[in-house]
């Protein structure tokens, strides 16, 4: 008897690691750096939209028009670890968006809910979060920065107090923008 118990536990004390491995190390490899093609250029009016954010609120892009300079930020999905390292970075640099009139709208495609959760956990989000969920992507796809797998690209938009797009970073999907460079590009429409 002692020796079935024996070699049952070394059964497992061998099968468990192996079967937590492959739950563990899920990889989906490096994805294409860019899969999708711009419908807006430089110097054309941006398109217009309203998304719901988690707070509740519906956010339209035109009531900035006037009033503030926009920062589009499209990510492709909550939980990702570029995506988390991103915005928190963006929301430690609020004040230097507001030293250049400007106002940070984060957008993914992810539902409201899935949304929230990511946001509390990063505990630092201030600025609106928008879910392009429903219908699904319609405004990445506006812009051009719809996937074919139905992710947003990481992407990168500024938008003037006119309305007009100022600049486009169409990012590698698996890399992290320099904030560096948002601010210079932020600093030339002063």
């Known amino acids: 008897?002692?020796?079935?118990?024996?070699?049952?536990?070394?059964?497992?004390?061998?099968?468990?690691?192996?079967?937590?491995?492959?739950?563990?190390?899920?990889?989906?490899?490096?994805?294409?750096?860019?899969?999708s093609k711009l419908k807006v250029a430089v110097g054309e009016q941006a398109p217009d939209f309203e998304l719901p954010s988690i707070k509740g609120k519906k956010i339209r892009l035109a009531d900035y028009r006037g009033k503030n300079n926009v920062v589009i930020s499209f990510v492709p999905a909550a939980w990702t670890p570029i995506c988390s390292d991103q915005w928190p970075g963006y929301n430690i640099a609020q004040e230097m968006f507001h030293e250049y009139d400007a106002v940070l709208l984060g957008i993914s495609v992810d539902n409201i809910p899935t949304q929230y959760a990511w946001s509390e956990a990063m505990n630092t989000i201030t600025f609106p979060v928008l879910s392009d969920f429903w219908p699904h992507g319609k405004v990445a796809d506006s812009f051009g920065v719809l996937r074919s797998d139905g992710m947003a690209e990481r992407a990168l938009f500024i938008i003037d107090k006119k309305g007009v797009i100022r600049y486009i970073d169409v990012h590698d999907i698996n890399t992290r923008p320099d904030l560096g460079l948002l601010i210079k590009e932020l600093q030339k429409i002063q």
């Open 1 to 35: 008897m002692r020796l079935a118990i024996s070699v049952f536990i070394l059964s497992l004390l061998v099968a468990l690691p192996a079967l937590a491995e492959h739950h563990v190390t899920y990889n989906n490899g490096k994805m294409k750096p860019r899969d």
